[in-house]
Nanobody
Framework: QVQLVESGGGLVQAGGSLRLSCAAS????????MGWFRQAPGKEREFVAA????????YYADSVKGRFTISRDNAKNTVYLQMNSLKPEDTAVYYC??????????????????WGQGTQVTVSS
């Protein structure tokens, strides 16, 4: 059974930084693309960033490109999201999830599953 535990969220002023972590278990972590997604109140869950199983490929939503960095440590079964220059519109619950298929890289929400409980990020203006 896949388990994901996100952490690192909190309250930060605009322009500040946070680093999110997601510890995964129950899967061969090093064979799965990992993604970060977010959901703001009243909005649909949206893609934020993804990193391929080896870490060699990354992809970002236009809204976070240049401000966020996704990375992974396969030895620790953990994926990270470094968030800099935060904006109030980044306020959301952030979730990590593995791709549904090993050795695959795609970015659609439906291609990811096994969601964790999420971590709240609140950016004040």
């Amino acid at each position: 059974q896949v388990q994901l535990v996100e952490s690192g969220g909190g309250l930060v002023q605009a322009g500040g930084s946070l680093r999110l972590s997601c510890a995964a278990s129950g899967l061969t972590f090093s064979t799965y693309t990992m993604g970060w997604f977010r959901q703001a109140p009243g909005k649909e869950r949206e893609f934020v960033a993804a990193v391929s199983w080896s870490g060699s490929r990354t992809y970002y939503a236009d809204s976070v490109k240049g401000r966020f960095t996704i990375s992974r440590d396969n030895a620790k079964n953990t994926v990270y999201l470094q968030m800099n220059s935060l904006k109030p519109e980044d306020t959301a619950v952030y979730y990590c999830a593995p791709h549904r298929r090993s050795w695959s890289f795609s970015l659609e929400l439906k291609d990811f599953g096994s969601w964790g409980q999420g971590t709240q990020v609140t950016v004040s203006s």
